[in-house]
């Protein structure tokens, strides 16, 4: 039997690690954007471990251990490209979901550089067109960004990047309850260049649990008593069972 000091332990312990089970469990999605949301779910994580307040010697200890160690491990999550670039073309997030100036000024940069890059191509591709003429996604750990959305304050202009690129980032965010690949579908006619950029970052997924449970689901379907069953069956198989009951039409 556990004494009471060992339950009350066990209950700051649990309190402690409800952030982190929660942090999980949101970016191990396969159905909405996941890469995006790390940044921000990072700093939701180690808002909410602060603001706890532990009772017992041990949960103190282990809170402090926590915290050092969250710090440790995401000390430069903010400048890693491809989380960096999927936040920022997040329309949820944009710059509000970072706490570094720098890492922001460096994926603009990136981002800027693909726009640009991206409106060469067109242009030289429309330059061949005319040629050929003339001869086709406990406290919340969202408690922050709310707070960060609520004090932003309006963007200043930044002549130096691309006109989409300016324009975007001069806009709102919107609310995280909405789904930024319907948003960008609204966008893409005023944003035609900047849309396949966005599109491509944010579609990455962030963890391997997606890619883990079609392996699962996989070694469920092709048993012992299934041995002949062919690559394309199985495929046909593990598609027809992602599909929810929406999708099903039931």
């Keep these: 039997m556990l004494s009471k000091e060992e339950i009350a332990i066990l209950k700051d312990l649990v309190q402690l690690m409800e952030p982190i089970e929660s942090g999980i469990i949101n970016i191990s999605g396969s159905r909405y954007a996941t890469c995006s949301v790390v940044i921000p779910l990072v700093r939701g994580i180690v808002s909410v471990i602060k603001k706890l307040s532990p009772e017992t010697g041990p949960a103190k200890q282990f809170q402090e251990a926590l915290l050092t160690r969250i710090m440790d491990k995401f000390r430069d999550v903010e400048l890693m490209p491809l989380l960096g670039q999927a936040t920022l073309l997040d329309p949820r997030f944009k710059k509000v979901a970072f706490e570094k100036p720098l890492a922001v000024t460096t994926h603009l940069q990136r981002i ?40 932003q304050a309006p963007e200043e202009e930044d002549q130096g990047y691309h006109s989409e690129l300016r324009q975007y ?41 997606p890619s883990e449970r079609i392996f699962s689901q996989a070694g469920k379907i092709k048993d012992d008593d299934r041995s002949r069953l062919t690559g394309e069956n199985l495929n046909k198989l593990l598609f027809l069972g992602s599909l929810n009951r929406e999708e099903w039409g039931l």
């Design 112 to 151: 800027d550089k693909l726009l640009k890059d991206a409106s060469k191509q067109e242009n030289l591709k429309s330059k061949e067109n005319v040629e050929v003429n003339i001869r086709r996604m406990a406290p919340s750990l969202w408690d922050l960004h709310d707070e960060l959305v609520a004090k």
């Design 169 to 209: 980032l001069k806009g709102k965010v919107i609310s995280r309850e909405e789904d930024p690949f319907q948003e960008w579908e609204k966008l893409k006619p005023a944003y035609a260049t900047l849309y396949p950029i966005a599109i491509k970052y944010l579609s990455i997924i962030a963890t391997s649990v």
